[in-house]
């Protein structure tokens, strides 16, 4: 793959509504908020911007409602360098919501109305199969059905497009979607739902790594918070250690990382360097408030790898 690579995101909008409190409220409980704000997110719309921002030659396959908001996250999108073609408008229907709590430590707790994400049916996939077809990768999540996510991996493994899955939220997935994934991207609480394996450490990553290889999965990263990420490719592991910022809001990390990664795996970075590129971005995103604000912006990535010598 090369500069000119092609990056399919099919993915999740939603506008993040999102409160500061001390901390999370108990059943019953009022809590009184430090700072609101209302910022775009959603998990595919996050990760499309990472990869956007970071490079990619990137389009999204999405749904807004036909409201106002909508209209502006995607001349955000467009802002964002994401080719928004592909983002369906859909009536009579909200844009999807996500209700965010953020405590002092930097946790959150978050509510989703899925709105308009759910109208990405297998149907809308169909529509928009030569965006999939022309892609050399396609990156998905789980906020969109199960179902589609399973037609655009079928469809992208007809194609021998890569396909990526940051498998969040966390839910359990079928045998036959695991075996048309090539790279599977899980948290800790992640990848114990896909596999039965909690993992508390190098070892337990590892043999959480062998069973997704077992399903046919060839390169699995677990994400580790603040101790990196375990890589494993075809049986292979090692973990590679992120960089130590100070954390005012983790939201957006996960898809920083996963945007930036695919980004650098498209320009033939080998595997290791494109989950240190990926480590920066979410480096950076992790000191910054909101979703999408948060994420960096190429030369920003550069500079902080520089930095580190």
Not at 87 to 105: D, L, P, Q, Y
Not at 125 to 154: F, K, Y
Request: proline share 4%.
């Amino acid at each position: 793959m090369s500069k000119n690579a092609k990056l399919a995101v099919l993915g999740s909008i939603n506008a993040d509504h999102i409160l500061n409190l001390t901390h999370f409220p108990r059943p019953g409980e009022t809590v009184i908020g430090q700072n609101y704000e209302i910022a775009f997110g959603g998990k595919g719309a996050n990760q499309a911007v990472a990869a956007g921002r970071a490079g990619a030659n990137i389009a999204f396959i999405a749904c807004v409602g036909a409201d106002d908001i909508g209209e502006r996250i995607r001349q955000q999108l467009a802002q964002d360098n994401i080719d928004t073609s592909p983002v369906e408008v859909v009536a009579g229907e909200s844009t999807g919501v996500a209700m965010i709590f953020v405590n002092r430590e930097g946790e959150n707790n978050i509510g989703i109305y899925s709105g308009a994400n759910a109208a990405l049916t297998p149907d809308c996939v169909t529509r928009h199969q030569q965006v999939i077809a022309d892609a050399d990768a396609l990156l998905m999540q789980l906020e969109s059905p199960l179902e589609s996510v399973l037609a655009a991996a079928r469809f992208a493994r007809e194609q021998q497009t890569q396909v990526i899955l940051n498998p969040a939220p966390a839910t359990r997935l079928s045998d036959e979607l695991l075996a048309l994934i090539d790279i599977i991207t899980p948290n800790e609480t992640e990848a114990e739902i896909l596999t039965g394996i909690a993992v508390h450490n190098d070892q337990d990553a590892a043999r959480a790594a062998a069973a997704l290889h077992d399903k046919g999965i060839g390169t699995v990263l677990i994400t580790l918070g603040r101790r990196g990420v375990w890589l494993s490719e075809q049986g292979q592991g090692q973990r590679i250690p992120g960089f130590s910022v100070n954390a005012i809001d983790t939201i957006a990390a996960g898809d920083t990382f996963n945007g930036a990664f695919i980004t650098a795996r498209l320009e033939q970075k080998a595997m290791q360097e494109a989950v240190r590129f990926a480590h920066a971005a979410a480096a950076i995103a992790v000191t910054r408030s909101g979703a999408q604000p948060s994420v960096p912006w190429r030369a920003e990535i550069d500079d902080f790898l520089q930095q580190q010598g």
